[in-house]
């Protein structure tokens, strides 16, 4: 850096700062002392290395910048001022505020920010992603940048990011570690030991850079050097909290709180007051992505005979392989492949299918990541593994990105491996995500046609599938829409209404059988789609069987089918005397028959319970 | 190792692969690969290391055995058998089957089972929380030692268990990490580069010692280095999957497959047959813990005032500082000890506090091991960020420990940090975990009388706190039995039922008062327990008056308190007239006040739909 570059850029680093101050003291909240301390960070960064055209950030060659410390909002935004596309009057009285852009943490409401970030550990994991994306896919060369606390190495899922990061050899990813020594209630575990976090990046398969982040030459060598890496690289910035605020410069105390006006007043007064320093960023170069989306690519789906035996994976598999035809189509896979059947586009798109090992979290992160450039990503693993990447599935919800998860090997079904390995709460905390889809399909040919349906469809979307093979019972030509169920049994005589999904459908069927026996006739309704759910066609068959309804999940009772149908029914105004039956305490291990009956969730369950309401 | 040790262990080591072979094959499932590269190290430890009274598994002195890759199942159970808890019939006849304490993954219903694993990454960090108990607290010398398989070191929970076995200097801390190569479906990423491996675990503060994990003098050396460590250690064996049976030796395509009934023959026979050696274990030597459960211990919750303004994540920490009169009570932080008040139990007990920092998995997986020990665990974080471990709130589930969790800065209420801070779908996955209690009390008293019971409460609890400071409604001498619900306001006129908790406790109190405005009368239900409910409270507000009910929860639509409330009303033979009112789409920052309005969930909100509900 020369002379002259070195005093702009401190200009810059003085406005951020005071900018980052005036914004939190004005609305009395905020992280001021978090954004203080990577300030001088980010001017070097914004105004010499990160290649953005900040007119237009749809443009596939722009860096990304992360902000994985989302509470470093202020310095964020203060950045967006110093840019030009957000203005002092926008910093200055919506930061905060009811219907502003500039939230406490960054969403993607803002164009210059792809992903909402804010729980720790989930930006630099999700950057992974959009370096996969840039490296093996697009194959242009942006960069990626993402800006970590140094609390946040304390979570797991950033060692996955380094590790993946290491593994796929992604030279266009930098992460900044922000090592201010000080966590929101004191010392982090690690203070200032630059080395000790030095050894664990090496050891992970990155490249660690050691630095003084207030020396503003040092930090530019330093992204140079990171540039020119042939592996991944750390910035680890030896920092001070709050820098530049004498009075409360490495203390205890100030975490997310704003100064007061009168400490902000004089603060801003000893780093020269306000400014409107306007800078540029580097342009990219032109360039143009590897990859073209073609969303309107014709998919041959898999066809499947009706009454033949087949697991809703195997389909899941089968679909994923034919949606390969569409480049922008990409699978992850977290080392369950062979079982989950994802291993089936890795048959026919093996450039397109990334091993995430086993770490939940890392895939569905870098899932977000590939999202944001435009890829469909489709990952999977066990339903029960998902809830490890529960606080992931979350937040992609709040970033409304669009991916698609697969959960296997649903519910007691699966037999003899035990409750560890049956999803039985996924429907609860996947309908509970903001934007998302849920999906259970009971057989091959509506597991294809659903699969197919969630490419083209945005938000989160989660399909369910069973371990075991069991009979196809749908024709190719039937249509299954997202947000509808369909009547499998009726007839006028109906008494009751079976609802079920997956293979509660199954038993549902079965079930309708032993009540002929009977004499008593039941309509048999298969609820694939829990979210949105088909109010219409459940409230009809509710009224037409005397609002006698049976509905059966292989799931624990809170937040599942059951009570997807028991609101969708109350909401139409029907008062349904609707028994429900769901897995009930701990499962063990069996075969899969005898544990949907140890369950309570058989078809002799489902019969008696019709039964009762019948009886009654 | 004297040569005769040698050959005996050895005898063993074959007794093992045989019957890991053997139980598998009987039952034509589970994983023998994965079981066959640990034989060695299994013998040598058990044999030689592992001091455990087999007869009495209660023992406080017995070292502990986890068995993070759980599904090395048939390894374990043959150790069981060798040691003479476990016989051959019923390894042979009941392995994976219905009703067997040998399930498919180990479960605490076995005695010798700390906690129920088979999702990796759960077990080691449990671990940690054992090592703590017996470092920090028994202060009794027994060592924890866990298995990892090689392909589970890509989770990141590991690493948060590594480095915090290092901070704490947790020296009774041994993993064994089974390096075999080979995944569920293929090449592991690192293979057999042990230094890879050394050089992560020495970064994250432990000792590595890496082995031929088939060389019994070496594994015996190996668990004396480990012992004589003055930190955590981490014993990298480099194994061969498949070991002993040729035919299957590193090769893929063996995971979780039995071998057939000839493959199988043939291997029994080439080492050496089935035999009937019993062993013992070194036993452990007479010790007491430092510390002795007083459960019975006199507790003086603290007194609030009918009218002040308390927040209810304040009234948890002085609760907790109130607690700590029991001396089995303790509490872990996720750095964020200052806002969910866990702090205030540091203040007084600052021995039985421990510091996490970011890092829920571990929090929560440590609490587990606590718990192992007979602690009390009481672990705290924002309600969003137990997303973060709601795998291992699942698993605790299934271990069917009791551990107390509670998640503060629930809902939009929380005001400018935004969405990725609100907790809006943990109701719905906590009420989905097996064995779970779910509360969100709306005051002060009501939460420490509720904070106080869980600390009695086995199983999983959840305690959603409330950043915002609301008025104390309760008196002291009102008892708030979990499972029940509060009548906060009522009278023979009410014409319509308003249920809430948590915040929308106040808002329905806020819109009564506007309803009475208009001539109407209100009921309005405290719902501080959403599982177990209270149907019978619930049912009788609900008839008195109309079935006109709405309810009202600070969470998205699917799996909290509307549906709670809805199944509970449904199920007790009502028709209601429910409106369900909860947080719409994604919300942004603003003031408490705002964003509840926003959401659609204020008590503005609330009497509308009242009125809607009497108009019709």
Same mark, same amino acid.
């Given at each position: 850096?020369?002379?002259?570059?070195?005093?702009?850029?401190?200009?810059?680093?003085?406005?951020?700062?005071?900018?980052?101050?005036?914004?939190?003291?004005?609305?009395?909240?905020?992280?001021?002392?978090?954004?203080?301390?990577?300030?001088?960070?980010?001017?070097?960064?914004?105004?010499?290395?990160?290649?953005?055209? /900040?007119?237009?950030?749809?443009?596939?060659?722009?860096?990304?910048?992360?902000?994985?410390?989302?509470?470093?909002?202020?310095?964020?935004?203060?950045?967006?001022?110093?840019?030009?596309?957000?203005?002092?009057?926008?910093?200055?009285?919506?930061?905060?505020?009811?219907?502003?852009?500039?939230?406490?943490?960054?969403?993607?409401?803002?164009?210059?920010?792809?992903?909402?970030?804010?729980?720790?550990?989930?930006?630099?994991?999700?950057?992974?992603?959009?370096?996969?994306?840039?490296?093996?896919?697009?194959?242009?060369?942006?960069?990626?940048?993402?800006?970590?606390?140094?609390?946040?190495?304390?979570?797991?899922?950033? /060692?996955?990011?380094?590790?993946?990061?290491?593994?796929?050899?992604?030279?266009?990813?930098?992460?900044?570690?922000?090592?201010?020594?000080? %966590?929101?209630?004191?010392?982090?575990?690690?203070? /200032?030991?630059?080395?000790?976090?030095?050894?664990?990046?090496?050891?992970?398969?990155?490249?660690?850079?050691?630095?003084? %982040?207030?020396?503003?030459?040092?930090?530019?060598?330093?992204?140079?050097?990171?540039?020119?890496?042939?592996?991944?690289?750390?910035?680890?910035?030896?920092?001070?909290?709050?820098?530049?605020?004498?009075?409360?410069?490495?203390?205890?105390? /100030?975490?997310?709180?704003?100064?007061?006006?009168?400490?902000?007043?004089?603060?801003?007064?000893?780093? %020269?007051?306000?400014?409107?320093?306007?800078?540029?960023?580097?342009? *990219?170069?032109?360039?143009?992505?590897?990859?073209?989306?073609?969303?309107?690519?014709?998919?041959?789906?898999?066809?499947?005979?009706?009454?033949?035996?087949?697991?809703?994976?195997?389909?899941?598999?089968?679909?994923?392989?034919?949606?390969?035809?569409?480049?922008?189509?990409?699978?992850?896979?977290?080392?369950?492949?062979?079982?989950?059947?994802?291993?089936?586009?890795?048959?026919?798109?093996?450039?397109?299918?990334?091993?995430?090992?086993?770490?939940?979290?890392?895939?569905?992160?870098?899932?977000?990541?590939?999202?944001?450039? %435009?890829?469909?990503?489709?990952?999977?693993?066990?339903?029960?593994?998902?809830?490890?990447?529960?606080?992931?599935?979350?937040?992609?919800?709040?970033?409304?990105?669009?991916?698609?998860?697969?959960?296997?090997?649903?519910?007691?079904?699966?037999?003899?491996?035990?409750?560890?390995?049956?999803?039985?709460?996924?429907?609860?905390?996947?309908?509970?995500?903001?934007?998302?889809?849920?999906?259970?399909?009971?057989?091959?040919?509506?597991?294809?046609?659903?699969?197919?349906?969630?490419?083209?469809?945005?938000?989160?979307?989660?399909?369910?599938?069973?371990?075991?093979?069991?009979?196809?019972?749908?024709?190719?030509?039937?249509?299954?829409?997202?947000?509808?169920?369909?009547?499998?049994?009726?007839?006028?005589?109906?008494?009751?209404?079976?609802?079920?999904?997956?293979?509660?459908?199954?038993?549902?069927?079965?079930?309708?059988?032993?009540?002929?026996?009977?004499?008593?006739?039941?309509?048999?309704?298969?609820?694939?789609?829990?979210? *949105?759910?088909?109010?219409?066609?459940?409230?009809?068959?509710?009224?037409?069987?005397?609002?006698?309804?049976?509905?059966?999940?292989?799931?624990?009772?809170?937040?599942?089918?059951?009570?997807?149908?028991?609101?969708?029914?109350?909401?139409?105004?029907?008062?349904?005397?609707?028994?429900?039956?769901?897995?009930?305490?701990?499962?063990?291990?069996?075969?899969?028959?005898?544990?949907?009956?140890?369950?309570?969730?058989?078809?002799?369950?489902?019969?008696?319970?019709?039964?009762?309401?019948?009886?009654?």
């Amino acid at each position: 850096m020369s002379p002259d570059d070195l005093e702009s850029v401190a200009d810059l680093a003085r406005q951020l700062r005071v900018d980052s101050i005036r914004c939190t003291t004005a609305v009395g909240a905020g992280h001021p002392t978090s954004s203080l301390s990577a300030a001088d960070l980010l001017a070097v960064l914004v105004t010499r290395h990160l290649r953005y055209d /900040w007119a237009d950030p749809k443009r596939p060659e722009n860096d990304h910048l992360i902000f994985s410390k989302g509470h470093a909002s202020p310095l964020l935004y203060s950045v967006f001022r110093a840019v030009g596309v957000v203005s002092e009057e926008e910093l200055m009285t919506t930061y905060r505020r009811l219907g502003a852009r500039l939230q406490g943490h960054p969403t993607p409401i803002l164009p210059w920010v792809d992903l909402a970030t804010g729980s720790l550990g989930v930006g630099v994991a999700a950057a992974v992603g959009i370096a996969l994306a840039g490296k093996k896919l697009d194959k242009i060369p942006y960069r990626v940048y993402s800006l970590c606390g140094d609390s946040e190495l304390a979570e797991g899922s950033v /060692w996955e990011a380094f590790d993946k990061a290491g593994y796929y050899g992604l030279s266009n990813f930098t992460t900044i570690v922000d090592v201010n020594r000080l %966590g929101q209630r004191g010392p982090t575990e690690l203070g /200032w030991d630059l080395d000790a976090y030095a050894a664990r990046v090496a050891a992970f398969g990155c490249h660690p850079i050691e630095i003084d %982040g207030h020396d503003l030459g040092a930090i530019d060598k330093a992204f140079d050097e990171a540039s020119g890496a042939d592996r991944p690289s750390v910035i680890l910035a030896r920092t001070i909290k709050g820098k530049g605020v004498p009075e409360v410069e490495d203390k205890n105390g /100030w975490h997310g709180v704003a100064l007061p006006a009168d400490l902000a007043e004089r603060a801003i007064a000893a780093l %020269g007051g306000p400014s409107s320093i306007v800078v540029t960023s580097p342009k *990219p170069e032109r360039a143009i992505p590897a990859i073209t989306p073609d969303p309107n690519e014709e998919i041959t789906l898999p066809h499947y005979s009706i009454g033949d035996s087949v697991a809703t994976r195997k389909a899941y598999g089968d679909t994923l392989a034919a949606l390969a035809a569409r480049p922008e189509v990409v699978v992850l896979d977290a080392e369950v492949g062979n079982s989950t059947h994802s291993d089936e586009f890795n048959k026919v798109a093996p450039d397109r299918y990334f091993e995430a090992f086993i770490s939940e979290q890392l895939m569905v992160a870098a899932s977000c990541g590939l999202a944001v450039r %435009g890829y469909v990503p489709f990952a999977a693993t066990f339903g029960a593994f998902f809830s490890r990447a529960f606080d992931f599935v979350r937040m992609a919800g709040i970033s409304e990105v669009s991916i698609h998860l697969a959960g296997s090997h649903a519910g007691v079904e699966i037999g003899s491996d035990g409750p560890s390995q049956m999803a039985l709460e996924d429907l609860a905390s996947m309908r509970a995500v903001n934007d998302s889809t849920v999906l259970y399909p009971s057989d091959a040919t509506s597991t294809a046609a659903l699969v197919a349906s969630v490419a083209n469809r945005s938000g989160i979307s989660y399909v369910r599938t069973t371990r075991g093979s069991y009979p196809v019972i749908y024709g190719s030509d039937e249509e299954f829409p997202i947000g509808g169920a369909k009547v499998v049994r009726s007839s006028p005589a109906d008494a009751v209404t079976l609802i079920g999904a997956g293979v509660t459908l199954h038993e549902s069927l079965a079930a309708a059988d032993l009540l002929a026996q009977d004499g008593i006739v039941a309509r048999v309704v298969d609820c694939y789609s829990l979210k *949105p759910i088909d109010s219409t066609t459940l409230a009809a068959a509710c009224a037409a069987t005397g609002n006698r309804v049976v509905v059966t999940e292989d799931h624990y009772p809170a937040g599942g089918l059951g009570e997807a149908v028991l609101s969708a029914l109350v909401e139409s105004g029907l008062s349904p005397r609707l028994t429900h039956l769901a897995v009930s305490g701990l499962s063990e291990s069996g075969t899969p028959a005898e544990l949907l009956d140890h369950a309570g969730i058989s078809r002799n369950h489902i019969a008696e319970a019709a039964r009762a309401l019948i009886s009654n």
